[in-house]
């Protein structure tokens, strides 16, 4: 049996007063997970805390066998992320956006305009990938959200209510 891709153990995570995650253990296995629950209910936080996003207030979690805390770098190198929120700069276009998201991935310049191209083409962006973001719809935002998410060729997926638009 493989070992689990994310483990968590004891993981709370406090705002103030405001407890957002409360002592979780779990064990996510390779495979397709969704994780589904009402709003507050610490989706995002959890995300947040594997990514290296926000530290935990108590406990410990592991993505691919690297610590949250100590390891980000390690993690984020192997891991794609779509966020909930728009995070586009409305005055780029698409192809500089994921092109420069593929270089912080460390891919180089010219793999990064490939793997660019590539993706774009797959989500469906090809054809408007010059235009600046800013007049992009929803849907389409969210298609830039997803290429910049697979364009370094990540081992591990994590999409943050990617159904929005």
Known sequence: MAAPLITARSLTRRYGAVTALDALT????????GLVGANGAGKSTFVKILLG?????EGDAEVMGYDV???????????????????????????EFVSFMARCSGLPVTAARERT?????HVGLFEE??????????GMAQRVKLAQALVHDPRLLILDEPTNG
């Open 117 to 121: 191209a590539e993706v774009l083409r």
């Open 69 to 95: 805390v100590r390891e980000r770098a390690n993690i984020r190198a192997l891991v794609g992320y779509m966020p909930e929120h728009d995070c586009l700069p409305p005055d780029m276009s698409a192809t």
């Open 53 to 57: 996003i926000v530290d935990p207030s």
């Open 129 to 138: 990938r010059y235009r600046p973001m800013g007049g992009y719809s929803t």
């Open 26 to 33: 779990v064990a996510i296995e390779p495979g397709i997970t």
